[in-house]
């Protein structure tokens, strides 16, 4: 069974600060991955691809560890406009299947 | 130019009604997917089109039918509506497949009374 693992939150932090959270697949086979981006009662947008070797986006840092099976997102200098839910997303594999999403983790930054 | 258009955005309907929820993606992608959120903010995939063929079924209700008349709709037409299919139905589009990820249309609420 395919199984995108996350901590729900909220995980309220201060402005300013760096703020990371991890998730977990049960596919080994995994071959993609994201990081998307909701905000209440939107739809969900992508934030950034996952890349083995870690990429980062401006604030934004994701980081893959294959051999254990999980992915990481780091925000630093955390603005009142990141408070979203961050879904983790993973493509399981060949044309024929579609996008497994986790649960999603709720952040709010706090002023 | 909205890329990934759903509508309509709600929808309110007594139980055992049958509606459609149209979608219409001008991105040029080559497949489009349904995906249900339910109140849990749970993400599930319904169904993926390719080419106006249908390559995913996950365990959806023979209530639940999707219908592609070319490569740029993917509508979804729901017979006997039931109080548990409340909830926010996705359409989003990708190229190449799952691959580089998808773009999601605005949703639409459906309400089941």
């Known amino acids: 069974r395919k199984e995108v693992e996350q901590d729900p939150g909220p995980f309220n932090v201060p402005e300013g600060a760096t703020v990371a959270f991890n998730c977990t697949y049960s596919n080994s086979a995994s071959q993609s991955f994201f990081w998307y981006r909701q905000d209440c009662r939107k739809e969900p947008k992508l934030l950034m691809s996952?890349?083995?070797s870690g990429n980062e986006d401006g604030r934004f840092t994701a980081q893959l560890n294959r051999a254990s099976q999980y992915i990481s997102l780091l925000i630093r200098d955390s603005k009142l406009s990141d408070s979203a839910t961050y879904l983790c997303v993973v493509n399981d594999g060949g044309g024929a299947d579609g996008l497994t999403f986790g649960k999603g983790t709720h952040l709010i930054i706090q002023p | 130019d909205t890329a990934v258009s759903q509508t309509p955005k709600y929808l309110v309907t007594q139980m055992g009604n049958d509606k459609s929820i149209k979608c219409e993606q001008n991105l040029g992608h080559d497949t489009m997917y349904w995906y249900k959120q339910d109140s849990k903010k749970f993400l599930k995939i319904m169904f993926s089109?390719?080419?106006?063929?249908?390559?995913i079924n996950e365990t959806v209700p023979n209530r639940f039918s999707p219908k592609s008349p070319d490569k740029a709709h993917l509508n979804l037409h729901i017979n006997s509506l039931e109080l548990g299919d409340s909830a926010v139905y996705f359409c989003a589009s990708s190229q190449y497949g799952p691959r580089f990820g998808y773009t999601f249309g605005s949703g639409t609420r459906l309400t089941v009374v």
């Open positions: 996952v890349y083995s």
């Open positions: 089109y390719n080419n106006k063929e249908l390559i």
